[in-house]
């Protein structure tokens, strides 16, 4: 577990799965953390009563990512208790799988206003009140490195959020600004298994290199190394935490897709 002691690092979307364990694992390690939702309220609370129980420092800041206003109170409130924040992670998502031919307007908003606008109100505050020397990690998806059907828009909205990650690194390199992506695969949550049955998850651990999907530890330990000090040299850059999952030549798509809407906003 990386030392991060006294950081204090706010992380979107993390009132459950992937978020809520980062936040955990953040406090442990000795962070304060804001633990950022959008409605799941009583979720959001028992992450900071856990963390607050295991002798940590933690608040739940409501704050729908993709507006403007409410991203700017979220910073002022975290700000106002902490005094700063060093670390933003970017987890804050949601995928719904369509073929394009089935995919809404609705559908098309709702992802591109919240994995990529998200992304862009958090980074247009932190480019003036993230602490110097800070750290902030977006997250993407391994599935932008295989074509599945269905996943198109999705992965258009995370191929934007890696391009602003790159861009954005050398915005705010010169204030000792680490800026990078993490690509997490298959991960072992409610949402992601939800609505997925055993073979479906059995074939997507055959993907990987160690024949399992991950859980969402193994995300978070990367994410963990990130926000630490023994990362600030690494910036600019696309982290695949998948466990070597890939697609080789000729394989078949290894499930059959079923439309979801699956969000991990908190």
């Known amino acids: 577990m990386q030392n991060l002691s006294e950081k204090v690092i706010l992380v979107t979307g993390a009132s459950r799965g992937i978020g809520a364990t980062i936040a955990r694992d953040l406090a442990a390690a000795g962070a304060k953390v804001i633990v950022n939702y959008a409605g799941s309220k009583a979720d959001a609370e028992l992450v900071v009563e856990d963390i607050r129980s295991a002798g940590g420092e933690a608040i ?5 990512v993709s507006q403007a206003e409410q991203v700017r109170r979220l910073f002022d409130t975290a700000i106002a208790h902490f005094g700063r924040i060093d670390v933003l992670i970017n987890n804050a998502g949601i995928m719904i799988t369509k073929m394009v031919k089935d995919t809404t307007d609705e559908d098309f908003s709702r992802m591109f206003d919240i994995n990529v606008k998200g992304v862009f109100n958090t980074l247009r505050e932190a480019a003036t009140r993230l602490a110097d020397n800070g750290s902030i990690i977006n997250f993407s998806t391994s ?10 828009t999705y992965v258009a ?6 391009q602003y ?3 954005f690194a050398k915005e705010v390199g010169a ?8 690509s997490p695969g298959p991960t072992n949550t409610e949402l992601f298994t939800n609505g997925k049955s055993d073979e479906t998850i059995a074939r997507l651990a055959g993907l990987s290199a160690f024949n399992r999907i991950a859980d969402p530890e193994d995300i978070s330990r990367v994410a963990c190394f990130l926000a630490s000090d023994d990362a600030k040299w ?3 850059q696309n982290i695949g935490a998948n466990g070597g999952w890939h697609k080789n030549r000729g394989d078949v798509y290894p499930f059959t897709l079923v439309t979801a809407t699956s969000p991990r906003t908190g």
């Open 60 to 64: 739940a800041v409501q704050a729908d």
């Open 143 to 152: 599935v932008n490195r295989i074509m599945i059907p269905g996943y198109a």
């Open 157 to 162: 909205t995370k191929a934007a959020v890696e």
């Open 165 to 167: 990650t790159r861009v």
């Open 175 to 182: 204030r000792g600004i680490n800026v990078n992506t993490l």
């Open 234 to 236: 690494i910036s600019a």
